[in-house]
Structures are given as structure tokens and as C-alpha cells.
T-cell receptor
């Protein structure tokens, strides 16, 4: 069975600095998708970034980028120029190419220090 | 553009009372629909998902049930709530949308407290 592990329950970063959130996953499949979702205090889950496993190029969305290491099964999220609005719970998620179910990690709570 | 709605936003119910949470999606057709529960300080647990009207798959056996009476409507129900049903309930959809069919988009959620 697939698993997603986020080893950092909490992290803090100074405003305007860069922070990297870690995520590893376990799968025997070759076709899959990876996501990072953000859950601010409102608790709505917001898609941050998406990566297709067959693409070697790392996905980027403005200040958010990933470091996708397929062989190592690692999918970290880098947030550049951190802003106060980035404070949230961040979930790493995996979706098999065979079905529609998403497996979520337990999340990393990110604090932004002014 | 696609939007997803959930109501109510907040609900406080006594133990043993019935439950009905509603989720609707606009701007797309034949979406896949999902119900998740998030207990305080924890990750998301998939409860039900549906690939079409009347088609429901249950992931976790419990006293909750789901129905899909219309293409873009997904309802989570219970006949008798338990204390352990308290949590934050999120509805999500995937399908033809902004990015790709593999991506799930979430509603604003319902905070349920069972007393």
C-alpha cells in the first residue's frame, strides 16, 4: 500500500526567508501524481502545486517550487520569500494513476515569524 | 469556472440525532465527488467517493452514509450521531477542470460538533 510521510510536524521561518518542507512516499507504481495542499486557519484545503511522476522537470508556481526526486521517492516543497499569509498546515499527497483516491500525509504546520 | 459549496458551515448536534451535510459543485459535469473527515490536529480520512449518480464507494465502515441524488450533489448522512463523529468534514471534486482530472479541489468544509 502507498504511504506518505511528512517527518516535520512543525516548522518556523522568518518572513522573507526560504523554507523547505519534506515529504517522502512509498509506492511500487510508476504512474502517479503528487500534490502539496495548504490548509490555512479557515481550514479550506487549497491546492498549492502538482507534479506528474513522468515529468522530470520540477513544478513551479510563483514562490512555490518542488524538488521531485523520483528514485528517492522524495517530494519537498520550497517556499521562497515567505509571507505571513503562508502560515498554514501543509499536506503532501499522493494519487495513483490507477484510481481516484488521494493519500495524504499527516501535515506540517508552518509558522511565519515577522 | 468551477466552484464547490458546502453547508452548513458549522453544526452542533446532540448525540443520537440525525445528520445531513450537503455538497454541490458548479461549473462542471459528471465530477468525481469525495467526502473526507479531519479530526482535530490530524490528517484527512477518506470516507466516501462517487464516480456517478447513485454510485457510492465506502472507505471506512461506520454509522455514516453518503448519497448522490444528482450529478453535482453529494450528501453525507447519519441516522444517529456518535461523539466520535465530531470533526471537520470536507467535500472535494475532481474531473474536467482547471488543471487536470487527477486533481481534487476542496470545498470550505463543515465543522461538526457532537455533544
Amino acid at each position: 500500500a502507498q504511504t506518505v510521510t511528512q517527518s516535520q510536524p512543525e516548522m518556523s521561518v522568518q518572513e522573507a526567508e526560504t523554507v523547505t518542507l519534506s515529504c517522502t512516499y512509498d509506492t511500487s507504481e510508476s504512474d502517479y501524481y503528487l500534490f502539496w495542499y495548504k490548509q490555512p486557519p479557515s481550514r479550506q484545503m487549497i491546492l498549492v502545486i502538482r507534479q506528474e511522476a513522468y515529468k522530470q522537470q520540477n513544478a513551479t508556481e510563483n514562490r512555490f517550487s518542488v524538488n521531485f526526486q523520483k528514485a528517492a521517492k522524495s517530494f519537498s516543497l520550497k517556499i521562497s520569500d515567505s509571507q505571513l499569509g503562508d502560515a498554514a498546515m501543509y499536506f503532501c499527497a499522493y494519487r495513483s494513476g490507477r484510481d481516484d483516491k488521494i493519500i495524504f500525509g499527516k501535515g506540517t504546520r508552518l509558522h511565519i515569524l515577522p | 469556472s468551477q466552484t464547490i459549496h458546502q453547508w452548513p458551515a458549522t453544526l452542533v448536534q446532540p448525540v443520537g440525532s440525525p445528520l445531513s451535510l450537503e455538497c454541490t459543485v458548479e461549473g462542471t459535469s459528471n465530477p468525481n465527488l469525495y467526502w473526507y473527515r479531519q479530526a482535530a490536529g490530524r490528517g484527512l480520512q477518506l470516507l466516501f467517493y462517487s464516480v456517478g449518480i447513485g454510485q457510492i464507494s465506502s472507505e471506512v465502515p461506520q454509522n455514516l452514509s453518503a448519497s448522490r441524488p444528482q450529478d453535482r450533489q453529494f450528501i453525507l448522512s447519519s441516522k444517529k450521531l456518535l461523539l466520535s463523529d465530531s470533526g471537520f468534514y470536507l467535500c472535494a471534486w475532481s474531473g474536467l477542470g482547471r488543471l487536470a482530472a487527477d486533481t481534487q479541489y476542496f470545498g470550505p468544509g463543515t465543522r461538526l460538533t457532537v455533544l
